[in-house]
Structure formats: structure tokens, C-alpha cells
Antibody
Framework: QLQLQASGPGLVQPSETLSLTCTVS??????????WGWFRQPPGKGLEWIGS???????SYNPSLESRVTISLDTSKNQFSLRLFSVTAADTALFYC?????????????WGQGALVTVSS | SSELTQEPAVSVALGQTVRITCQGD??????ANWYQQKPGQAPVVVIY???NRPSGIADRFSGSTSGNTASLTITGAQTEDEADYYC???????????FGGGTKVTVL
């Protein structure tokens, strides 16, 4: 059974880098049939796609965040990671990792439970 | 355009039918996916593509698209359907994903 678990520091200082890891079990991130994605949801607000990565390492990012974000893979640990640079209080959110199968219309059908990150001094 | 617009909130009497809409230029090219999110839980996809339901999703959920508007219909709403619903699709470039602002569904 597929499971995704986001983890990382729950508190990040303003101007610092937010780093999260998604550990995947029940599927290989090296599989050529899945994309792996990051999302966020500020408290009381809606969902936002941050970016996605394919097993080749090819990534796409939300244009509004592209200058501050990197998503990468660690196939040896079956993990993928998010780094968001120069954070502000506006980046405080619940961060989710998720998976979608290849195929243009396939949705993100498996989600982790989310990791809350607060940006504050 | 990369925006998807949803009504903030709708209410429906128990057992009645409710339709949630999502408007955006990109919907003329791409279908919407619909996610249900209950408090404290991760989103769950209820409809994807033209009108596809994942395994385990009740058949009272259905989707449709006309022009630049996608719709999610709940036929015979149940108390457990009370949740936030988000539409999601590709932007006009096809390279990025966007979400609507979400619709809070209340079952009376």
C-alpha cells in the first residue's frame, strides 16, 4: 500500500530556507509511471501546487514560486525533497506531498498527511 | 489565464442535489479534477478527467464541462459530503497545475 510522509522542521526563521522531505513506501520513485508533487495550504486557505518532479529529475514549478523553489529526488532513500528559499511569514502553511500517474489528465491520487511549517522568528 | 474561479460556499438539503462550478479559460482545453477535503485531512480526488470516479468514490459524484466551466454534481447529498471541494486543472500553457479557491459545501 502506497504511503507518503512529509517531514522536516516545523519552524523556520524568516529569510532562511525551508526544507522538507517526502518518504515514499509502497512504490518506487524511480518508476517511470509516476510524478511526485509538492503542495501547500496556508491555515484556513486553499490549496496551491508548488511543483512536480519525474523520475528523470525533470521538474516543473509554479511560476509564482519558481525563483525560490527546488524539488529533487533521492532514489537511494526513495525520497523526494522540497527546498523553498528566502521564506517569509506568508510561506507558513501545511505542506503536502503527493503522487500522480503519468497520463495527461491523471490527478494526484495519493497524498501524505501533510507537514505544518511555521515561518517565524 | 491561470485562474480557476469557484463559488466560496453552497448549501444543500440532505438528499438533494448540488452543483459546484469552476470557471477558467484553461478549461476550454483541459478537464478539471475535483478534490474533496475534510477538516484535518488531506485532499481526496472524487472526479478526474471527463467524468471518472476513482475506486471507492460514491456514484452520487459526477462531473461535466461546458465551455470554460467545469461542474461537480452531488446527487442525493449525504452528511458525509460536507467538506471543501477544490477544482484543479492545468493552466493555459499545459505545463503547470492550478487550483480553484475552493467551495465549502454545507449539508443541511
Amino acid at each position: 500500500q502506497l504511503q507518503l510522509q512529509a517531514s522536516g522542521p516545523g519552524l523556520v526563521q524568516p529569510s532562511e530556507t525551508l526544507s522538507l522531505t517526502c518518504t515514499v513506501s509502497g512504490a518506487s520513485i524511480s518508476s517511470g509511471i509516476y510524478y511526485w508533487g509538492w503542495f501547500r495550504q496556508p491555515p484556513g486557505k486553499g490549496l496551491e501546487w508548488i511543483g512536480s518532479i519525474f523520475y528523470t529529475g525533470s521538474a516543473s514549478y509554479n511560476p509564482s514560486l519558481e525563483s525560490r523553489v527546488t524539488i529533487s529526488l533521492d532514489t537511494s532513500k526513495n525520497q523526494f525533497s522540497l527546498r523553498l528559499f528566502s521564506v517569509t511569514a506568508a510561506d507558513t502553511a501545511l505542506f503536502y506531498c503527493a503522487r500522480r500517474k503519468t497520463g495527461y489528465q491523471n490527478p494526484f491520487d495519493s497524498w501524505g498527511q501533510g507537514a505544518l511549517v511555521t515561518v517565524s522568528s | 489565464s491561470s485562474e480557476l474561479t469557484q463559488e466560496p460556499a453552497v448549501s444543500v438539503a440532505l438528499g438533494q442535489t448540488v452543483r459546484i462550478t469552476c470557471q477558467g479559460d484553461s478549461l476550454r482545453k483541459y478537464y478539471a479534477n475535483w478534490y474533496q477535503q475534510k477538516p484535518g485531512q488531506a485532499p481526496v480526488v472524487v472526479i478526474y478527467g471527463k467524468d471518472n470516479r476513482p475506486s471507492g468514490i460514491a456514484d452520487r459524484f459526477s462531473g461535466s464541462t461546458s465551455g470554460n466551466t467545469a461542474s461537480l454534481t452531488i446527487t442525493g447529498a449525504q452528511t458525509e459530503d460536507e467538506a471543501d471541494y477544490y477544482c484543479n486543472s492545468r493552466d493555459s500553457t499545459g505545463n503547470h497545475w492550478v487550483f480553484g479557491g475552493g467551495t465549502k459545501v454545507t449539508v443541511l
